[in-house]
């Protein structure tokens, strides 16, 4: 799917939040749009406040219509153990969804996630791939 605007972007994030996927974990470089993603998918997904970038955190909690929103960004955990020592397995319930930036760390917890890759062409474009 290809984005040439932000109202593309938000268009492709609430197509994946109309398909109920428990863990979406974005892949892409920095600066590709994963956080700008994160934002469209959670407003889609009915969270009302302000989505923001959860680097510093490393996981963001919202209410959503239904249940709980995570949000995730693993860049700064360099040891699968940190995961643990932060109870990453207890965001993984029937009442929440989780969306992951940088997954790449915590992919032993992530086999049933859908995976989105997000890459920028030469016009500035995003292009947003499923991976299987």
């Not at 397995?89 to 917890?109: C, N, V």
Request: aromatic share 12%.
């Amino acid at each position: 799917m290809l984005a040439r605007t932000l109202e593309d972007t938000r268009k492709i994030a609430q197509t994946y939040a109309e398909e109920n996927i428990p863990v979406l974990a974005l892949l892409g470089e920095l600066g590709a749009g994963k956080t700008t993603f994160a934002q469209f998918y959670a407003q889609a997904l009915g969270v009302e406040e302000d989505v923001l970038s959860p680097t510093f955190s490393i996981v963001r909690e919202y209410d959503m219509q239904e249940g709980k929103l995570y949000h995730c960004d693993l860049y700064r955990v360099e040891d699968p153990e940190e995961l643990e020592a932060f109870g990453f397995e207890e965001y993984f319930h029937e009442d929440a969804k989780l969306i992951i930036e940088w997954p790449q760390i915590a992919q032993d917890y992530l086999q049933d996630a859908v995976y989105l890759e997000i890459l920028i062409d030469e016009e500035g474009n995003r292009i947003f791939r499923r991976l299987p």
